[in-house]
């Protein structure tokens, strides 16, 4: 089973920079090939992996709904328990000189002193703020429970507007300067891109359609915990943006995307507005290609993005604790949810890792309570 390369900024946003800006035309067009061919030349594994580990690379599966109807592979090998006590994120960071070629030359490694470069820097403090709050919130060692180094790898090509994760390692671009600044610049972008990871060594949800739409919402939830946990930040304190850091002054925006309020995170002459619906009323149909985001991954993502979003509020304090708790289960639970769920599926499976987690006493009703009202929040129905 292939697995598309998981990147932060959708086509829809590059392909609105590619008609406006003639003079950026380039760098776009490469991002934006560089985004959505790559399957072609780099293909890594989207399901569960035995052992953590994954095979070579298997080819294309060309029809999305052949990938959609793709059995769940079942995990061979139990994860380890707790985090070892002299347990690093094992980071290192590279410098790509602004060419492709991967991961580039090693600047930072585990341990080391900060480099100078902020861009370097940034990356190595994202990828150890996702390790640890994994580590001491979770109890996981590393993306994959048994210690993943974390790779990254910084100034990717040149001008290249996106951050991403291909399976094996973090990448990042600087921007055009223009209307994106550098992509390390928003820890929950880092993190973000790193949970695409989580979400292949756990659920492995399929990147198309309403799976997919959960897989990126599933890295938003993460970035965002990532943001909130860094900054100490209860659920009140907090702006629920991702990517906050990523625009420049030029673009009429907050944010690349709204957790409290999607939809509503910029409204731009040259980038659009944000599409994103809060609601399954405004659920956008697109076709399951890579041209339409894969079936819209990053836009009808707004959904479950703010259920989460609902779910943590009427929780109060902080969302890392019982709202992310139960996000995690949902995704760590072998089996809890097929690599095809759907809304309704996962919603199911929320309440499940719930009750499963906090019993039918009256911290489990409050937590089942506010879940069930966040999910009818946006229409989609939960038992």
């Not at 309403?210 to 009140?236: C, F, I, K, Y």
Request: net charge negative; proline share 7%.
């Amino acid at each position: 089973m292939s697995f598309p390369r998981c990147s932060i900024i959708p086509p829809h946003v590059l392909q609105r920079l590619l008609a406006a800006e003639p003079g950026m035309r380039p760098a776009v067009e490469f991002t934006l090939r560089d985004s959505t061919q790559v399957r072609h030349r780099r293909e890594v594994l989207a399901t569960r992996w035995p052992g953590g580990h994954p095979p070579a690379g298997q080819g294309i599966i060309t029809s999305p709904l052949q990938q959609r109807a793709a059995p769940t592979a079942p995990a061979t090998d139990a994860v380890p328990a707790g985090v070892p006590a002299a347990a690093t994120p094992r980071r290192s960071v590279h410098d790509a000189g602004h060419g492709t070629s991967l991961p580039g030359t090693l600047v930072r490694s585990e341990g080391e002193d900060p480099s100078g470069d902020v861009s370097v820097d940034e990356a190595y403090d994202g990828l150890g703020a996702t390790w640890q709050l994994l580590a001491d919130v979770y109890d996981r060692d590393s993306l994959d429970g048994r210690g993943l180094p974390l790779v990254a790898t910084v100034h990717y090509a040149r001008d290249y507007d996106n951050a991403f994760w291909d399976g094996r390692q973090m990448v990042f671009g600087d921007g055009d300067g223009v209307y994106f600044d550098r992509f390390t610049r928003s820890v929950d972008v880092v993190a973000h891109e790193l949970a695409h990871g989580l979400t292949q060594y756990t659920a492995g949800l399929t990147y198309v359609g309403q799976p997919g739409a959960l897989n990126e919402s599933a890295s938003d939830v993460w970035g965002s915990l990532v943001r909130q946990w860094v900054r100490g930040q209860t659920v009140d304190e907090a702006d629920w943006l991702i990517g906050a850091e990523l625009f420049t002054d030029r673009v009429q925006g907050v944010a690349l995307r709204s957790m409290a309020a999607p939809g509503s995170a910029y409204d731009d002459p040259v980038l659009g507005r944000d599409p994103q619906p809060a609601h399954m009323d405004d659920y956008v149909v697109l076709p399951h290609d890579a041209d339409n985001d894969n079936g819209g991954v990053h836009v009808n993502s707004g959904i479950p993005n703010k259920a989460f979003h609902l779910f943590a509020t009427a929780l109060g304090g902080h969302s890392w604790e019982r709202a992310g708790q139960v996000w995690y289960d949902t995704m760590t639970t072998r089996g809890l949810v097929p690599r095809d769920v759907d809304f309704v599926r996962f919603a199911d499976a929320t309440l499940a890792a719930a009750r499963r987690r906090y019993g039918d006493r009256a911290e489990g009703e409050e937590v089942t309570r506010a879940l069930q009202a966040a999910w009818a929040g946006v229409g989609v129905p939960v038992g």
